[in-house]
């Protein structure tokens, strides 16, 4: 086991953001079936409004990074309020050009590979997000959650995982071979693989996979030596065994238990006292989970979505019961249950510093991603928020992992704080 | 005799078992859906797999031109057998099938539905399913019953890579090439396929009959056995003089 003396290496931790519609009416989810694939448009869309959405949350995230937020990151959904980022590039090049003066990470977690055709064109639009951004990409590289893949664009779920796999060779062979090469797939047949531009960080960015328990996805991300993020919205504590059963995963298959290999997404509320935290953020929680994670839970696994040991065994030890279950349950959950039960963690800076220390700690993460816009949170808030947290929670953070392990999924340039050669442009004036 | 099942998998109901009283059936599981052989399913990529697959099945079983009898998806995969190579088939019923998509009155979207919508959606105009809507299927619950939802999600699954998103591949264009004796079987009451296109069936497929059931819904050899039995029998001794 290798262990590496270095200066600067610490957890990360980044500024999570899903851009939602942050307007929707006290009875949606009594009068819609879900969030996602058929909430029409025409009773509960506004252009207009949806354009101060992306206005403010880029605010907000370059807010974060100008605060000291090590990433910024987008996602990618359709077709649904609760992520209104159907090609979360388009915001990333907003973000690499408005934070080139800043060592901040532009994390695109990220493109769902087998929702664009061919995949080259991902593999050419991370391509130039990290040359505008000087090598500061983070290549998210999400399989796509079923609504996205299967509903809204129309993927077979029995093909999902392998044109996943397809679309990945095909962008990192994109992105390190020298020869101008054919590609003859399954689901993508190319004559010619000459992608200009190249990224700038080699062999390719940092690539991190997003998933929410997936064995496969564990191996893939293990045998390829990618980071795994966990994304989950019922906190730490309902996360553990997941991410034990992670780590022996590691174990066994013989790859070191650096930290930095493993990243969770945590929402994170901070006000003065813990008191104020739930006058200024409980509807806004609230409307996350009662709101936005409405939807029958039958649509997160059309037939052939999960490969058959993931079926088996979901049915058999009660897992795929219990997400269904879950979902539910939590819609009626009090304010206190969630903050007690961490699925937020919520409250005055010292609460929140030891209860993400913890879950750090707990989960052996080095990726540390906090959703600091939640729900229905309007624009100042979001920024009381961020300032908070930047202010008063992330400072004390800082030594967890330190100099214990080299970081070996984050932008080179980034890796330790320090003098940079920027691009050379400025921020633009807003 | 070929029989060909639904979206859902082989299943040994009421119809089949008597229909293979009373003849001799071959009732292939679509390729993944074999017990065991779940990864049977990533040898075929498109149709045009799955229709060969199924042409080699009937050399491999000495079948030169079967009777086939389809339901639903099997009803499609049946026409297109009927349609590729019209010498391999020597009649063809059609019960309930999928294939064809007019945008005004479109096919549900049978394969997006959870078990019990499903199961639901087929019903006829009684409201009651001929299929059994199981209690919710926990880690608690019986082995069998877990594997009869993990043998419907996979089936369902491995159906759909030939139909998903729209069951419509194309069939329209190829169903004029049938020559075998044709029968289509449809319920009038069928709210996953609605009873208008079985016209176009009709119209296409040179001298081919049809029945309908008043009240059955989208699975009427289900609902009705008997009577769809008797129905398919009086057709094959027609077929066969």
Redesign the interface.
């Known amino acids: 086991m290798d262990r590496y003396k270095l200066g600067g290496w610490h957890v990360k931790i980044s500024m999570f953001h899903f851009m939602p519609h942050r307007d929707l009416p006290d009875d949606f989810e009594k009068r819609y079936r879900s969030a996602y694939v058929d909430v029409p448009w025409s009773e509960l869309g506004d252009s207009a409004m949806i354009g101060r959405y992306y206005n403010w949350g880029v605010d907000e995230l370059v807010f974060a990074a100008e605060a000291g937020l090590d990433g910024i990151c987008t996602n990618e959904h359709h077709q649904n309020v609760y992520g209104l980022m159907p090609n979360p590039n388009l915001i990333g090049s907003i973000l690499a050009r408005a934070t080139n003066h800043l060592d901040c990470a532009i994390v695109q977690l990220g493109c769902s590979l087998p929702l664009t055709a061919p995949p080259v064109r991902i593999a050419e639009e991370y391509a130039m997000l990290d040359c505008i951004s000087g090598g500061r990409l983070v290549a998210g590289m999400p399989i796509g959650i079923a609504m996205d893949a299967?509903?809204n664009y129309?993927?077979?779920?029995?093909?999902q995982r392998?044109r996943y796999y397809e679309a990945h060779d095909l962008i990192v062979q994109a992105w390190t071979r020298d020869d101008i090469f054919a590609f003859n797939g399954?689901y993508t047949q190319l004559p010619y693989v000459n992608v200009w531009p190249k990224p700038i960080q080699k062999p390719y960015p940092p690539i991190w996979i997003p998933g929410a328990g997936s064995s496969s996805t564990w191996k893939f991300a293990a045998d390829n030596d990618y980071a795994y993020q966990f994304l989950s919205y019922y906190g730490w504590l309902n996360s553990k065994a997941m991410m034990d059963g992670f780590w022996d995963f590691v174990e066994t298959s013989g790859h070191d238990a650096n930290p930095f290999r493993a990243g969770f997404l945590q929402l994170v509320v901070v006000s003065e006292t813990d008191e104020q935290a739930q006058k200024d953020y409980e509807q806004h929680i609230r409307y996350f989970y009662n709101k936005l994670q409405h939807l029958?839970p039958?649509?997160l696994f059309?037939?052939?979505?999960q490969d058959?040991v993931s079926?088996?065994r979901g049915?058999?030890?009660?897992l795929t019961?219990s997400i269904a279950a879950q979902h539910e349950t939590v819609k009626y959950m009090s304010y206190g249950d969630l903050v007690e039960q961490q699925f937020v963690i919520a409250g005055s800076p010292a609460t929140v510093r030891d209860q993400l220390r913890e879950a750090a700690t707990q989960l052996r993460v080095g990726n540390l991603m906090v959703l600091l816009h939640i729900g229905s949170m309007p624009h100042e808030l979001t920024l009381k928020n961020i300032d908070l947290f930047a202010r008063e929670v992330q400072p004390y953070l800082t030594d967890l992992w330190e100099d214990e392990w080299e970081n070996k999924w984050w932008p080179e340039r980034l890796r330790s704080r320090g003098e940079h050669e920027t691009t050379g442009t400025v921020a633009p004036a807003n | 005799m070929v029989f060909l099942h639904g979206p859902s998998g082989l299943v040994w109901d009421p119809f089949l078992i008597r229909l293979a009283e009373r003849n001799r059936v071959f009732a292939p599981e679509h390729p993944g859906t074999s017990p065991g052989h779940?990864?049977a399913?990533?040898a075929l990529?498109e149709l045009w797999d799955l229709v060969l697959h199924y042409y080699d099945l009937f050399d491999e079983l000495g079948l030169k031109a079967p009777h086939v009898v389809g339901y639903s998806f099997g009803a499609m995969v049946a026409a297109e057998l009927a349609a590729t190579s019209p010498d391999r088939v020597g009649s063809l019923v059609l019960i309930s099938p999928i294939g064809l998509w007019h945008a005004d009155e479109p096919v549900a979207h049978y394969?997006?539905?959870?078990r019990e919508?499903l199961s639901a959606a087929i019903a006829g105009a009684s409201g009651t399913s001929p299929v059994a809507t199981t209690p919710?299927?926990?880690?608690?619950s019986d082995e069998a019953a877990?594997d009869e939802?993990?043998r419907?999600?996979?089936?369902?699954?491995?159906t759909?890579?030939f139909t998903?998103?729209?069951p419509e591949r194309g069939l329209h264009k190829r169903l004029h090439r049938v020559s075998a004796p044709t029968l289509i079987v449809a319920g009038d009451h069928d709210r996953v396929v609605p009873a208008t296109y079985m016209q176009q069936f009709v119209k296409e497929i040179s001298g081919a009959e049809q029945i309908t059931l008043e009240g059955a819904g989208h699975a009427p050899h289900l609902d009705r056995p008997a009577e769809v039995l008797e129905v398919i029998e009086r057709f094959h001794d027609n077929a066969e003089a």
């Open positions: 299967n509903m129309g993927i077979p779920p029995i093909e392998d399954n029958p039958h649509d059309p037939p052939g979505h058959f079926l088996e049915v058999r030890n009660g019961e | 779940e990864d399913i990533k990529d394969q997006m539905m959870s919508e919710a299927v926990t880690s608690e877990q939802l993990i419907w999600t996979w089936s369902m699954g491995c759909s890579k998903w998103p729209i």
